[in-house]
């Protein structure tokens, strides 16, 4: 089974409207192809689901400035100026959420759990309009999943079928929200053949990978 | 002191604050900076929240890789016998209790252990990050700033800023003092011997508890 597409075949699956999760974290592990070229292609009126917004020349981060997104969920946003002023003047829905309840949101979605509870939060503006549970004299708040219509991720090397290895930081949301989207989609640096990579070595198990994009070294 | 002084004298005294065998993560800006004084010949397995512990120094010039960054976004390196792990993984380290220390910039801190370091309405709304899961969950919480901003105070007796946490804050360091958030209020345990007790109050709107021993600052 060889799930490779061109790069302009995989950005074509994403559509005007969709929810699209984007691994990565201040770009490290952003899918920078993927991204240039969604940036190209000028899909638009996305909900985007990443760690954060980067930096206006670097990673999603471009997607902002170039006003493709409707609505960002992510825990920081600070790097980029432009996520700050789209945010302030009403141009587009920011919703913060605290990095680690972030990615259990996304890792929720893609292990089939309803929701989990986290102390996070509790007596802050994050509790607001949330369920709160109190457990053995400790509250918590209980956070619902979130998934997409596709995942963009990165990864380091992938066999045909999409067994994945990282480098590095990279791994942070790439790992999770390669389990919680429709469409997942991984840019790699290099494409082997099944049986090459070791399995004790896998992080993300082929079957979670819908298709691959060989992007070569970046 | 000048500013840069001030900073490396809170950072020194954080670092006498951890122990061998701790996992600490370090905030960015200031809390960054006691990974320069870390004490000697201890292990202090530094943890930054996009994904692993031991978190080395910044690589030379020429030798950076983009896919080794900090929770800043900068390259640094990781050292031997460190790992990298998913963000999942990294906020359950966070949130279960594993992370003996963390320390952190405020925006304001007050009496009741309350922290608010994440925004200020119609001004900055950068996000918070990692910064609620960690001071949820690290078993200390230690805030390492500049006593006030630009005269401005910043230990009060309530915070007026949305917060990050309630109730999480242990200590407090900054070029005036140490000190500790007790059920009873804020306690000065160390003062700088630069200033007297009363110029530290002066700086603080919450009320302080002076130590028994009050002493010079560990430095």
Same mark, same amino acid.
Not at chain 2, 177 to 206: S, Y
């Given at each position: #089974?060889?799930?490779?597409?061109? *790069? ?21 592990? &952003?899918?920078?192809?993927?991204? &240039? ?13 990443? &760690? ?16 493709? *997104? ?88 992938? =066999? ?46 082929? +079957? ?11 | #002191?000048?500013?840069?002084? #001030? ?20 905030? +960015? ?14 292990? *202090? ?55 003996? #220390? ?17 925004? +200020? ?21 230690? +805030? ?25 804050? =242990? ?49």
């Amino acid at each position: #089974m060889n799930k490779e597409l061109t *790069i302009d075949e995989a950005i074509d699956k994403i559509q005007d409207g969709m929810t699209i999760m984007v691994g990565g974290f201040l770009g490290c592990g &952003n899918p920078h192809r993927l991204v &240039n070229k969604l940036v190209e292609k000028g899909t638009k009126d996305l909900t985007l689901i990443c &760690n954060d917004s980067s930096f206006p020349e670097y990673g999603v981060g471009k997607l902002i400035v170039n006003k493709q *997104i409707r609505k960002l969920i992510a825990s920081h946003v600070g790097t980029n100026p432009e996520t700050g002023r789209q945010m302030n003047e009403g141009e587009m829905e920011v919703v913060l959420v605290p990095q680690g309840t972030l990615a259990e949101q996304v890792r929720a979605a893609g292990s089939g759990l309803g929701g989990f509870l986290t102390p996070t939060g509790v007596g802050t503006v994050v509790e607001e309009g949330k369920q709160k549970i109190e457990i053995d004299g400790i509250e918590y708040l209980l956070e619902l999943p979130l998934k997409a219509d596709v995942a963009l991720i990165a990864g380091q090397t992938a =066999d045909k079928f999409g067994n994945i290895e990282y480098f590095g930081a990279t791994r942070n949301f790439n790992q999770l929200m390669a389990t919680a989207a429709d469409i997942v989609i991984a840019e790699v640096e290099e494409i082997v053949e099944v049986g090459e990579l070791d399995a004790n070595h896998v992080v993300t198990p082929g +079957i979670f990978v819908t298709h691959l994009v060989n992007g070569g070294a970046i | #002191m000048d500013r840069n002084e #001030m900073k490396a004298y809170i950072a020194k005294r954080v670092a006498k604050m951890l122990h061998d065998g701790d996992v600490v993560n370090l905030g +960015i800006g200031l809390p960054t900076q006691v990974s320069n004084y870390l004490p000697e010949g201890a292990n *202090i397995f530094l943890q930054s929240e996009n994904g692993f512990i031991g978190l080395g120094p910044v690589p030379q010039e020429g030798n950076e890789d983009w896919r080794i960054t900090n929770a800043g976004g900068q390259c640094v390196t990781i050292l031997p016998g460190g790992v990298f792990f998913d963000s999942s993984t990294s906020f359950g380290i966070i949130r279960g209790g594993h992370v003996d #220390m963390t320390v952190l910039g405020a925006l304001q801190v007050d009496e009741k252990g309350n922290l608010a370091n994440w925004m +200020i309405p119609g001004k900055m709304v950068p996000g918070m990050g990692g910064a609620m899961d960690l001071v949820t969950g690290a078993k200390k919480v230690t +805030i390492a700033m500049e006593h006030t901003a630009k005269g401005a105070k910043k230990i009060l007796k309530e915070c007026t800023l949305p917060l990050t946490a309630a109730g999480q804050v =242990d200590f407090i360091v900054t070029e005036m003092g140490l000190m500790e958030v007790t059920e009873e209020g804020i306690v000065l345990k160390e003062i700088n011997p630069e200033f007297t007790v009363e110029q530290v109050q002066e700086a603080t709107e919450a009320k302080l508890i002076i130590a028994d021993d009050l002493k010079d600052m560990q430095i």
